[in-house]
């Protein structure tokens, strides 16, 4: 079963003015998982960090310049390369400022990609077919480079490829309506020629996608009829005596999918997995013309697994890294996170056997239905059986109903009825796909708890979150209906498990949590754990006065020297800190403790924090004070679920950026405000201490070490 979750905007596009594409060129992976590239189609390279959505480094060649080719990351010299007008090589690091005043190599030939994959070196194919590795090409730019394709013979896609030692470079032309397929070994050199099957339309494939694995190459490609293909290479079988001729390229039917009477002009196919195809840009089955999807299709059973509508144009360009799909669409770019699990008919059916210890039990040698459904190896004699015995074993002879069953039950049999049978489902050993049984079954039980107010399931839903095969995209009403029905252990079991709940919901939470009455939050019942830190947490007496964690509370009052003090507030100033108190109930604190550990984007997040009245900030902020206050008197590790003293200042700043002028403004935040200007400046301290000896560290790591000591010596070491 395949997923889509909660997407998010990580840029915005500058289509070109007849939007006809995006404005990008190409989207390629950095360093890791959370950075990527991005070319656009006039003159800049921007390097993003996905997570935070924000840009790291941006390079633009001067006016009169464009990039003809998508900027790569080489992870071996930790540089970028791309090409300016066809053939200017450009490389540089991530440290320089100016493009243009970086290193750059002009070649004979024009170049139609530079392409480098993890594991691989960069390689360069030029627009004739040839193939340098860029190291090669660099030690003479001049070199001639030869033609393998013929003049009216055109390049339309290319992709790299290491398979276990060997690089490979495949790119598709086009020629007179003839479309044709290279298969270009690196080193040793060995190319070649595929013809592909035309189809009806003898159009040229909208996209390609290629993947190798178990010493294959997985070749899928989109027609504009809606068609979707693979075909197999096996890159072993390339011998330097093929090369002269071209081979037919058998290939497979994957998919027919259904398009409008015009035939499809901005569309891509993706392969995810062996199983599982992204295609954006085709009607979705079931939605009316006029909308844009992205939808993810099993191929082996040809069935849709999921689909998300996509607001605005769709260029047809489409991306993955590290379980992510990059979309252009409109005037932005969309991350959206997918996840694919192993597909199997048996797993479709819920047929597919756990295996247990309890299998180590002898075979019989005549099969029993009773054995199969119920695993008895023994049935004890009718004499031996009591009445509560013989109960039981006629509740265990009726059969567990399937999924199917449950999701039509849900929608009229009472709360106790659906409970039961939803834990039997839990119980039974054959679920496999449990993300999609999951999902369909809190679906259905939302939408009949929001139509039916007399039926709620607070048991079933807790045991659906706990399995920790759902999430906020799944199934969005959950919290909306937890919040309405003020079920807020269910709340908290949401924001433990849910890695996608957006920005708007978690504020959502925020101020349903802190508006609660104490007297209405002294009744909840809770996770005893997160109840069990915070009870540690507020028992425990001051200990010694000092520094902890650069902060002296003892001291607070001596950070206000822009303040003018009283003769009152001297003798309040040589007198010791009164006890810090919590100031909000137990229970409160244990769910405000679980949205500051929730995931948030800072843009994202403010303008939901702005809605927040001026007495719940002041409340929010004293609870955040009274846990920094905590944290710095007995630094150590803290409970389960407990917020980092990280996690605390980034919700002390936010807060203070949505609702300065409105605490500047009551008076009844001025106190809590010089309480949070000192501990702010006293974690400015601490960090720069904490710099210095970061710098005595290096200059140590850095001094050179004498071989021959002696025997004996004595060493000076001056660090500043």
Not at 100 to 106: L, N
Not at 111 to 138: E, K, M, N, S, Y
Not at 396 to 425: M, R, Y
Request: hydrophobic share 35%; with cysteine; aromatic share 8%.
């Amino acid at each position: 079963m395949a997923a889509l979750y909660e997407g998010y905007t990580l840029c915005g596009l500058v289509p070109s003015q007849n939007r006809t594409n995006s404005g990008i060129q190409g989207i390629e992976a950095e360093r890791d998982s959370d950075h990527v590239i991005i070319t656009d189609a006039f003159r800049s390279v921007t390097l993003y960090k996905v997570s935070d959505q924000k840009p790291l480094g941006s390079w633009t060649v001067k006016q009169g310049s464009c990039l003809t080719c998508p900027a790569v990351y080489n992870a071996h010299t930790k540089e970028y390369v791309t090409v300016s007008d066809h053939k200017v090589i450009r490389i540089w690091k991530e440290d320089d400022v100016l493009l243009d005043k970086t290193f750059k190599a002009t070649v004979s030939s024009d170049i139609w990609r530079v392409h480098c994959v993890a594991g691989g070196d960069p390689v360069v194919l030029f627009q004739r077919g040839a193939v340098r590795l860029l190291d090669t090409l660099l030690s003479d730019p001049q070199q001639i480079v030869e033609d393998f394709l013929a003049p009216d013979e055109t390049i339309r896609w290319s992709t790299n490829i290491v398979a276990e030692t060997q690089q490979f470079v495949i790119f598709a032309t086009e020629k007179k309506g003839d479309n044709f397929l290279y298969l270009q070994k690196v080193e040793p050199k060995v190319l070649q020629r595929y013809r592909l099957e035309s189809e009806d339309s003898s159009y040229f494939p909208l996209s390609f996608s290629a993947s190798y694995r178990d010493e294959l190459i997985h070749l899928l490609y989109l027609y504009p009829n809606g068609h979707v293909y693979q075909s197999v290479i096996s890159v072993w079988s390339l011998g330097a005596d093929e090369g002269s001729q071209t081979l037919s390229l058998p290939r497979n039917l994957l998919l027919a999918l259904s398009v409008d009477e015009d035939k499809l002009n901005a569309a891509s196919a993706l392969l995810l997995d062996e199983a599982h195809v992204a295609v954006v840009g085709v009607p979705h089955p079931s939605a009316g013309t006029g909308k844009d999807f992205l939808c993810i299709w099993n191929i082996n059973f040809q069935t849709l697994q999921a689909g998300k509508e996509i607001a605005g144009k769709i260029f047809g360009q489409l991306w993955c890294y590290s379980k992510k799909l990059f979309i252009p669409h409109g005037k932005t770019l969309s991350v959206i996170p997918y996840g694919c699990t192993k597909s199997s008919l048996a797993s479709a059916l819920g047929k597919l056997k756990q295996s247990t210890i309890e299998e180590t039990r002898p075979l019989v040698s005549v099969p029993s239905w009773n054995n199969i459904l119920h695993e008895d190896k023994t049935q004890p004699t009718r004499t031996q059986e009591t009445r509560k015995l013989r109960t039981t074993r006629k509740s265990q002879l009726t059969p567990s109903l399937t999924v199917e069953q449950v999701l039509e039950l849900i929608k009229t049999a009472p709360v106790e009825e659906v409970q039961k049978e939803v834990e039997g489902l839990f119980s039974r050993g054959d679920i496999q796909d449990l993300t999609q049984s999951v999902g369909q079954l809190a679906s259905s039980l939302v939408s009949r708890s929001l139509a039916d107010t007399a039926f709620y399931s607070s048991t079933t839903l807790a045991q659906l979150v706990q399995s920790q095969s759902l999430c906020h995209s799944m199934c969005p009403d959950l919290i909306q209906l937890a919040l309405e029905k003020k079920d807020y252990f269910l709340c908290q079991l949401c924001l433990q498990f849910f890695p996608d709940i957006p920005e708007a919901v978690t504020c959502a939470c925020l101020k349903a949590f802190i508006s609660m009455p104490d007297s209405d939050a002294e009744k909840m019942n809770l996770e005893p754990d997160s109840l069990s830190f915070m009870e540690t947490l507020t028992s425990r007496e001051h200990g010694q006065v000092g520094l902890q964690n650069g902060f002296n509370s003892s001291a607070s009052l001596e950070d206000h020297s822009d303040v003018t003090m009283t003769k009152e507030d001297e003798g309040d100033k040589k007198s010791p800190p009164p006890e810090q108190s919590c100031p909000v109930v137990l229970q409160k604190a244990v769910l405000l403790n679980e949205v500051l550990q929730t995931a948030y984007s800072d843009d994202l997040l403010l303008p939901h924090l702005k809605d927040l009245s001026s007495q719940h900030v002041l409340l929010f902020l004293q609870y955040l004070h009274f846990l920094y206050l905590k944290y710095s008197q007995e630094p150590q590790s803290h409970g389960y679920r407990s917020p980092s003293v990280t996690q605390i200042m980034d919700w002390v700043c936010l807060l203070l950026d949505a609702h300065f002028t409105v605490l500047v403004m009551t008076p009844e935040a001025k106190g809590l405000l010089l309480n949070l200007h000192s501990f702010i400046k006293s974690q400015v301290r601490l960090f720069s201490e904490l710099g210095k000896v970061e710098g005595g560290l290096q200059e140590l790591q850095h001094m050179k070490i004498k071989q021959d000591m002696g025997q004996y010596s004595i060493e000076v070491i001056e660090l500043f």
